[in-house]
Structure formats: structure tokens, C-alpha cells
């Protein structure tokens, strides 16, 4: 298994710019999620999907940020218009959740977007 | 709320033992685990405690109280690889997970 995968590794843009990340989850897994990560706030937990439905999207800063998830193989995270705030690194990970015991193991994490807007 | 506390960084020496602390307060709990992340990695499982008591994995263990929304990482025989930041995260339930900002470990020869 590729584990999940996550484009691109690095991302630098201009403020004012639109920036789009994308992930794609492990094959089965029926949960995604997106998190960011800066050193003043750890991981934040976006936004998540269960079957490609978004189920939880109370951690989306604002109306600039959007995520879809069209199908069980893709999902992107889009940011538009981008500012130097949003600069962090964006991790994508999926899960799968048919039980209790299936949250054993917790997420598999993707190898993270670092964004760096200027 | 949820609120989950952690040392910021901590230091040892190789071969040694060190125990890194988490107190948690979160609207439902369901477990807690524990991440690894090296720098600029994503994070890896440690490990997971749903009952109160210790759960040992080879050099690792994890404890936790329920009653006292306490867990801590027992790391014995540090290595230098053992150098990286260990995430605390509360599972509240519904596929959730609530993450600590981390402790930084520096392992020194």
C-alpha cells in the first residue's frame, strides 16, 4: 500500500492567490480528514469526511477555505485568497471506522503540504 | 472546550529513561493516543489506551487515569532516533481526534 499520498510537498504563493492541496487517501479507508499544523497551535483538525460526505467542518477558519471530496480516491482542500497567515503545514489522513476497535490504530497520516505564502 | 497539555520540550541523555506528561480536558472521551513525528515528518502511532493502567510496547509504554484526564510516554533506553516531537491526542469520539501541541524530546550522547 502507497499509504496516503499528499501533493504537492511544498507549495509557495503569492497573497492573494488561490492554492489548492490535494490528497489521496489508503484504498478502503472510509474516513478523511484535513488538519493543519504550526508550532503556535499544533494540529487543528479542518475538516473531515465519512464516505466522501463532509461530516464535520466546524474547524475551517472561514469562507476562504473550501474541501470537496468528489469520489473514495481524491479529495482537495482549496484556499482562495490566500494570505501569509495560512502558511503552516497541511496534513491529509484517512481511516477506516466500521467499529470501536477500528479506531485502534488511529489515522494514517499523508507527508503534508508545507504552504508558505508571501 | 478540549484542551490538552503538554510539555513544550524536554531533554535526556541516551540510554535513559524519560516519561512525557499529557492532561487532557475534552468535551467526550473515548481514548488516547499517543504520535511520533520527526522533523518534517507526518506522525506515526505509538500507541492507544481506552482502559486505565499500563500498556508497554518494547521501549515504549503508555499509562493512563481516566478519573484524572492523565496519560503519560515512558520512553526507556533512549537512542538518538528517539529525537523527535510526541504528539498527545484525545479520540472524543465520532472518528475524532484532539492533538496537543506536542513535546519536543532532545536526546543527547
Known amino acids: 500500500d502507497a499509504g496516503v499520498i499528499q501533493s504537492p510537498r511544498h507549495e509557495v504563493t503569492e497573497m492573494g492567490q488561490e492554492v489548492t492541496l490535494r490528497c489521496k487517501p489508503i484504498?478502503?479507508?472510509?474516513?478523511l480528514f484535513w488538519y493543519r499544523q504550526t508550532m503556535m497551535r499544533g494540529l487543528e483538525l479542518l475538516i473531515y469526511f465519512n464516505n466522501n460526505v463532509p461530516i464535520d467542518d466546524s474547524g475551517m477558519p472561514e469562507d476562504r477555505f473550501s474541501a470537496k471530496m468528489p469520489n473514495a480516491s481524491f479529495s482537495t482542500l482549496k484556499i482562495q485568497p490566500s494570505e501569509p497567515r495560512d502558511s503552516a503545514v497541511y496534513f491529509c489522513a484517512s481511516s477506516w471506522g466500521a467499529g470501536a476497535g477500528q479506531v485502534v490504530r488511529g489515522y494514517t497520516f499523508g507527508s503534508g503540504t508545507r504552504l508558505t505564502v508571501v | 472546550g478540549q484542551n490538552i497539555d503538554q510539555p513544550t520540550e524536554m531533554t535526556a541523555t541516551e540510554g535513559a529513561i524519560v516519561q512525557i506528561n499529557c492532561t487532557y480536558q475534552t468535551s467526550g472521551f473515548n481514548g488516547l493516543f499517543w504520535y511520533q513525528q520527526h522533523a518534517g515528518e507526518a506522525p506515526t502511532f505509538l500507541s492507544y489506551n481506552v482502559l486505565d493502567g499500563l500498556e508497554e510496547k518494547g521501549r515504549f509504554s503508555s499509562f493512563l487515569s481516566r478519573s484524572k484526564g492523565y496519560s503519560y510516554l515512558l520512553l526507556k533506553e533512549l537512542q538518538m532516533k528517539d529525537s523527535a516531537s510526541y504528539l498527545c491526542a484525545a479520540y472524543t469520539g465520532f472518528q475524532k481526534l484532539v492533538f496537543g501541541t506536542g513535546t519536543r524530546l532532545l536526546v543527547s550522547p
Open positions: 484504498s478502503g479507508h472510509d474516513y
